[in-house]
């Protein structure tokens, strides 16, 4: 059974620091392309930042120099480090990940549960 179980979030003033962590099991971690998406009320979800299995990183626009994402494949963790954090990050956060599954190693899409994140003074 795979389980993506998120933790870090919480409510954080303006410019302050949250670190979001996502545990996962039953995929193989290491080759999985892992990621966090948010969905703030009203709004689509949407790409926040994405590593692959190969370790290369992408943000979106909005976050760039601001979060940091990062995995251990040992751990069979990944992590998102926010900086500089503005009321628009206020969200639901979601762990993602695209991972090998079943005889032919298909790529299939699994997501957490999610944990809230709110900026706000």
């Known amino acids: 059974q795979v389980q993506l179980v998120e933790s870090g979030g919480g409510l954080v003033q303006p410019g302050g620091s949250l670190r979001l962590s996502c545990a996962a099991s039953g995929i193989i971690f290491s080759l999985s392309d892992v990621g966090w998406y948010r969905q703030a009320p009203g709004k689509q979800r949407e790409l926040v930042a994405g590593?692959?299995?190969?370790?290369?990183?992408n943000y979106a626009d909005s976050v760039k120099g601001r979060f940091t994402i990062s995995r251990d494949n040992a751990k069979n963790t990944v992590a998102l480090q926010m900086n500089s954090l503005k009321p628009d990050d206020t969200a639901v956060y979601y762990c993602n990940a695209d991972a090998p599954v079943g005889v032919w190693q298909t790529y299939s899409s699994f997501w957490g549960q999610g944990t809230q994140v709110t900026v706000s003074s």
């Open positions: 590593i692959t299995r190969g370790y290369a990183p």
